[in-house]
């Protein structure tokens, strides 16, 4: 099955959230619509757009960028306090209002996983299912499970990283050197690197606001206002069947999801062999069919 796609631009306050609905050429009117949630926060849509292929079963597919990166408006000067999850669904819940969907489906990536489940806690009476994929249900796991990913890295590179870390050169060429290798082994394995991977990453470190903020330089050092997030505690309000889905490999390693599985009471889980944290682009036959069929089955 074809689709059509559609961008725009949806008023959010003062600034604007881009959008990217995919519309199936021959609807299935059963199907809700499903949300396609990125990560981050500040790595934008274009790495999530294999999801697109969902729309091939006959369902809507919306991708957007969030407030403050790619298409969206970005807001290099506004204090740090301005970036917040609340913020974030807002602008998720402003955006099913001006769409006009009264049913819906959440696919979550990384940051989008933790936001869904931020969504989810709220309790909105649209929302028919969430995946949350290789996403941490709290940065002190994920911080947790990053030292000690990179605890098994070749030796010394740890040790180096620190080093650099302290002295704030987390820029310098011989600390990405170990970044990449962290990365190759726990974030993206394919290669070469798929090019809607390396769009989202050009336009975070062309305009890195949100995602340095928020998180810090890098997916393991997390210095960020997001340095103590959790959402633990408020797991047992989510009230909608969930997914949980990591990589073999990934930096979401399964301490750090595994509260999703015991605080959400109607869940399950896949782990996807030989894949890491991009797990969907690394084997997307694999996750497309997972994701797709979960969503299928709670359409109701």
Known sequence: MSWTVEERNVQFGEHETWVRISQPDNPRPAMSPVFVLHGGPGMAHNYMLPFEQLAADGRTVIHYDQLGCGNSTHLPEVDSSFWTPSLFVDEFFNLVEALGFDRYHLVGQSWGGM???EIAVRQPEGLRSLSILNSPASMELWREAAARLRSKLPAGMDEEMRLYEENGQTSAPEYLKCVDEFYRRHVCMTEPTPQVFLDSVAQME?????YHTMNGPNEFHVIGTLRSWSIIDRLPKINRPAL???????????????????????V???VVEGASHCAHLEKPDIVLDAVGQFLAGNDA
């Open 115 to 117: 936001l869904t489940a």
């Open 206 to 210: 062309a305009e890195p606001t949100v």
């Open 244 to 266: 949980v889905l990591a990589g073999e490999h990934d930096e979401a390693t399964p301490e750090t999801w595994q509260p999703y599985l015991d605080g959400i009471a109607d």
């Open 268 to 270: 399950k889980s896949v």
